[in-house]
Every structure is written in C-alpha cells, then in structure tokens.
T-cell receptor
Framework: AQSVTQPDIHITVSEGASLELRCNYSYGATPYLFWYVQSPGQGLQLLLKYFSGDTLVQGIKGFEAEFKRSQSSFNLRKPSVHWSDAAEYFC??????????????FGKGTLLTVNP | ETGVTQTPRHLVMGMTNKKSLKCEQHLGHNAMYWYKQSAKKPLELMFVYSLEERVENNSVPSRFSPECPNSSHLFLHLHTLQPEDSALYLCASSQGPDLAYEQYFGPGTRLTVT
C-alpha cells in the first residue's frame, strides 16, 4: 500500500529565511510525486511534480523539490520565504501500479507560519 | 466564472436532512473527483468520474451519493449523515483520469453535521 509521511505538523520561519519541508513516501514501484499548497479558504494548488528524469524539479512560486530514491524522500525547498507563503503544504504520491493511474495518496500536511 | 467552483461554501445540516453539494468546472475537462478533507487526517479520494461514468468508489458509505450529469457538473447528494462526516469536501477536475494531467481543485464546501 502507498503512504506519505510529513513528519512536521507545523513549522515557523522568519521572512527571508530558507525553508525545507520534509516528505517520505512508501510506494511499490517508481512513484509519481507531488507537492500541493492550500491557502486558508482555498482549494489545493499544484506547486510541482516529479514523474521521471532529473531528480531536482522546479515549481511555481520559487519552490523546488528533490527526489531521493534511496531515502524515499521528496523534500520541498525554497531559498527565501515570503509572508505570502504562509499556508498548508501537502505531499502526495501516486502512480500507474495497482490498476488505477489517478489515485493520489496525501500526507497529513505541514502548516507553515511566516514571521515578519 | 473560471476554474472550479463549488456551492455552497458552507453547509450546516442535521443528521436527518438531505442536501446536495454542487461542483462546476469551466475548464473543459473530462474527469472530476470528490475528496474529503477531515481535521487531522489526510485528504481522501471518494469518487472519480470520467466522461460522466464513475470509475472509482473508494469504499464510501452509501449515505454519500454522487451524480455526474455531464462533464462540467458533479454533485454529491447527502442523506442521514453522521457527525464524523463533518469535513471540507473538495471537488477537482482534470483533462482525464490520469496523474499525468494536473488536478484543479475548487475551494471546497465546509460541511458541519449536527
């Protein structure tokens, strides 16, 4: 069965500081990996995704993530956080195994607070 | 209207009520999804429709009944719900039922069952 663990429930950083949000996954084959962001009162927005190829992927809003197969991780990073980045971040895994290529399994999310 | 819209945004209902959630996508997509987002739990996929046919029912209780009359509209009919069904219900759409296509989410309906 596939699963996602986001070990940090809540992270607080100062504006301008760097950010790393952790994500570990369990998946039986080569995974498709995603990061979504949810602002208060909004739906989820896709930040970036990894299917194959270069293990460092660039996304929107200055975010990037690195796929490390040996560590089963897909951590999200941003070099300098802006106050508008305050939101909840979700890591998700899915893929073509198991007969359905549309099912995403999400982590519980990490809430990011940005201090001025 | 653009993107994915959901109505109502907030709903309070008693356990004996019947209500419906509505989702509309203005993106020309062929697949639509219902997700449940409960406090302290991961987002859970409930139903998937592709070209108005249901392709996934993720072990959802029968008190939740989806309907997809056309590729732009998706409903979730609710009846005799339980307090543990209180959650944010998110609708999403994509070009097709495949993770290669980005899923676009609506803002959700916050449901409270009293």
């Amino acid at each position: 069965a596939q699963s996602v663990t986001q070990p940090d429930i809540h992270i607080t950083v100062s504006e301008g500081a760097s950010l790393e949000l952790r994500c570990n996954y369990s998946y039986g084959a080569t995974p498709y990996l995603f990061w979504y962001v949810q602002s208060p009162g909004q739906g989820l927005q896709l930040l970036l995704k990894y299917f194959s190829g270069d293990t460092l992927v660039q996304g929107i809003k200055g975010f990037e993530a690195e796929f490390k197969r040996s560590q089963s991780s897909f951590n999200l990073r941003k070099p300098s956080v802006h106050w508008s980045d305050a939101a909840e971040y979700f890591c998700a895994v899915g893929g073509p195994s198991g007969g359905s290529n549309y099912k995403l399994t999400f982590g519980k999310g990490t809430l990011l607070t940005v201090n001025p | 209207e653009t993107g994915v819209t959901q109505t109502p945004r907030h709903l309070v209902m008693g356990m004996t009520n019947k209500k419906s959630l509505k989702c509309e996508q203005h993106l020309g997509h062929n697949a639509m999804y219902w997700y449940k987002q409960s406090a302290k739990k991961p987002l859970e996929l409930m139903f998937v429709y592709s070209l108005e046919e249901r392709v996934e029912n993720n072990s959802v209780p029968s008190r939740f009944s989806p309907e997809c009359p056309n590729s732009s509209h998706l409903f979730l009919h609710l009846h005799t719900l339980q307090p543990e069904d209180s959650a944010l219900y998110l609708c999403a759409s994509s070009q097709g039922p495949d993770l290669a296509y980005e899923q676009y989410f609506g803002p959700g309906t916050r449901l409270t069952v009293t």
